[in-house]
């Protein structure tokens, strides 16, 4: 594989928005063991559910956009398939976990956040940057884990209700609990939006996006649950479960299917041992279902179920104070039953790995090598190198080297052959090589990072408008600069992050040096909160550059900057009302060519919480 050396900016998530106490988030997706924020040599990103609490999002996808980095592709507004690009690697490059359960579709290759209930979530920690040394497939962008809630001491009833904008009606509730010993939840909601006109399409084949005209509203609804249950044992020993299942039915446009009825389930387990003072192992079994019955104006036309089960164990040894030694197996089945023939319907991956964490006199290592080998496509193997030193609190350096891979999923290979798409079976595994420098510190009361990252990625799979299927390109080049600053000045919680992108093609043929489609080269976003007494306003400002939707860069959408205002009110003790204004100008953009976004919108919602104040 070959690589070359450049440099980005990228920046590492600070203290939580708004957050009372000055303890950095503690992570455990990025070396797949417990660090804080400031202890990981990786670039991560933390939302917490203070930070989903204040900001008001109604979805995942949502509560991402403005992450360093981080772009999205949206089609159509609330509910509609998104797509999140991490570091301007493809939409299929991010490997998305669940409580630790490897998430998403096995044909598709990408997971449905819009399905996750947000008001179910726990915390979302985003790791950027190749991580395939440690998960294997798919982590060439980075990793997104979402933690569903979790119970805590005492028993605490929950309750939530909301209406806004395009009859947009929402509620939720549960409890949760727990004592020394044991922690448990159980909540449950639901969402139901008549939406917005998804597409603008024209009809094939001089049209674009979903090859139709269907000027209708394009509703979506959501019912949800999930549970999660920990108990501590005498000897230290740990058992968690934990289940996610969210039922979704969805109108959109298209000229094969119109209305979709899916499931996301993920369930999991987790038995953590400690058979010795300086050995931890911990076992893992999960499964992740994805199922979608398709239907074209109520006549059923089609059915797509996968399965991803996955089974992991991982041994962490202390070899001395400050060196920790990792080992362990992966193994993991993809499966699909579906009415569309596809040439193989399963496929499984073993691996194993082995990664070091260390400290010599002040500089931190973090070493760790993979080898996958996957049943459809051999063997293969990875890894990544990371150093870091402390000048005190106001500087700390970094810099890291990492390969990734991606094997093609079946709907890249096999997808049934159409007028619109269809699969390659000769399609190869991607690979990547990842450079990145970077710094952090605190400074004058100043949170601020600064990172630099290149990553070349040969074979990347994209779609070849003229062939109508998926190609291997030879080489694609990403550079990329992010940077983020957190402070609090007068009273406000301030947080401005800044991302440039330049994902290029260096393949041959006639799109060489065009952009990679769907990127933004240039996002920022800036966070302003303030809570005075029992009242709470906040601004957020998120503004994207221009991007291509095309490979050969013939259709261009334009940069937009939409603001969004929110405010919260406590009547009563665990009473909060709130309120939400979204793209306050009514800002009118797409983020994929002729699908259109929601304009100025506005939710109120009424919160029983007790315990919780602003």
Not at 577 to 597: P, S
Request: net charge neutral; with cysteine.
């Amino acid at each position: 594989m070959k690589s070359q050396l450049s440099f980005c900016l990228l920046t590492v998530c600070m203290t939580a928005l708004a957050e009372p106490q000055s303890l950095p988030p503690v992570v455990v997706t990025a070396t797949r063991t417990a660090q804080t924020v400031d202890e990981t040599l990786a670039s991560v990103s933390v939302i917490s559910r203070q930070d989903i609490e204040i900001q008001q999002p109604l979805s995942v996808q949502d509560a991402l956009r403005g992450v360093p980095g981080l772009g999205i592709s949206n089609a159509g507004g609330l509910g509609k398939a998104s797509d999140v690009f991490l570091r301007g690697t493809n939409s299929g490059h991010v490997l998305v976990l669940v409580d630790g359960v490897r998430a998403g579709s096995a044909t598709l290759g990408t997971t449905a956040f819009q399905d996750i209930p947000i008001d179910q979530v726990e915390r979302i920690e985003i790791v950027r940057g190749p991580r395939s040394s440690l998960y294997g497939s798919e982590a060439i962008g980075g990793v997104i884990q979402i933690f569903t809630r979790k119970g805590g001491e005492g028993h605490k009833p929950f309750l939530s209700a909301g209406a806004g904008s395009y009859d947009t009606y929402k509620v939720s509730g549960g409890i949760s609990g727990g004592d020394e010993r044991a922690w448990y939840q159980l909540s449950a909601g639901e969402i139901d939006t008549r939406g917005i006109n998804a597409c603008q399409g024209r009809p094939f084949p001089a049209g674009g996006g979903c090859y139709t005209f269907e000027p209708d509203k394009d509703g979506y609804e959501n019912t949800s649950g999930s549970a999660r249950a920990g108990y501590r044992f005498d000897d230290g020993a740990e058992l968690e479960a934990s289940l996610l299942q969210a039922e979704g039915r969805n109108h959109y446009d298209g000229t094969l299917v119109n209305q979709s009825r899916t499931t996301q389930q993920l369930m999991g387990g987790k038995l953590k041992l400690a058979p010795r003072s300086f050995w931890d192992a911990t076992l893992r079994i999960g499964n992740s279902l994805d199922q979608s019955d398709n239907d074209l104006n109520g006549l059923f036309k089609s059915r797509f179920d996968t399965s991803r089960f996955s089974l992991s164990q991982q041994n962490d040894f202390i070899l001395t104070k400050n060196h920790l030694l990792s080992a362990g197996f992966d193994y993991y089945d993809d499966s699909i039953t579906s009415t569309e023939h596809y040439q193989r319907h399963s496929r499984d991956n073993k691996a194993g790995f082995l990664q070091y964490q260390g400290e010599l006199s002040g500089h931190k290592l973090a070493l760790s090598m993979r080898h996958d080998s996957n049943q459809q496509f051999g063997g293969k193997s990875t890894g990544n190198a990371a150093w870091g030193y402390g000048f005190g609190e106001a500087l700390r350096l970094s810099a890291s080297f990492g390969t990734a891979f991606k094997a093609p999923t079946f709907n890249d290979l096999y997808w049934p052959a159409s007028a619109y798409y269809s699969g390659n079976p000769k399609l190869r595994p991607e690979s990547s090589a990842s450079f990145e420098v970077g710094g952090k510190g605190k400074l004058a009361g100043v949170d601020w990072a600064v990172n630099g990252y290149q990553t070349q990625v040969d074979e990347m799979i994209t779609f070849d408008a003229q062939s109508k299927k998926p190609q291997n390109i030879a080489k694609a080049e990403i550079l990329g600069l992010e940077g983020q600053v957190s402070a609090r000045i007068f009273g406000w919680q301030a947080r401005f992050n800044l991302s440039w992108l330049d994902p290029v093609n260096r393949g041959s043929g006639p799109n060489h040096g065009n952009l990679l489609p769907r990127r933004a080269q240039q996002m920022s976003r800036l966070d302003l909160d303030r809570a005075f007494g029992r009242f709470r306003v906040g601004l957020t400002v998120n503004q994207e550059g221009r991007r291509f939707d095309d490979l050969a860069n013939t259709i261009r959408l334009r940069g937009f900057t939409t603001v969004d205002l929110r405010a919260g009110y406590e009547p009563f003790r665990d009473i909060l009302v709130e309120g939400r204004i979204g793209n306050l100008f009514n800002e009118h953009y797409q983020t994929a060519y002729l699908y259109n976004q929601m304009g100025m919108n506005l939710f109120l919602s009424v919160s029983y919480k007790p315990g919780e104040t602003l």
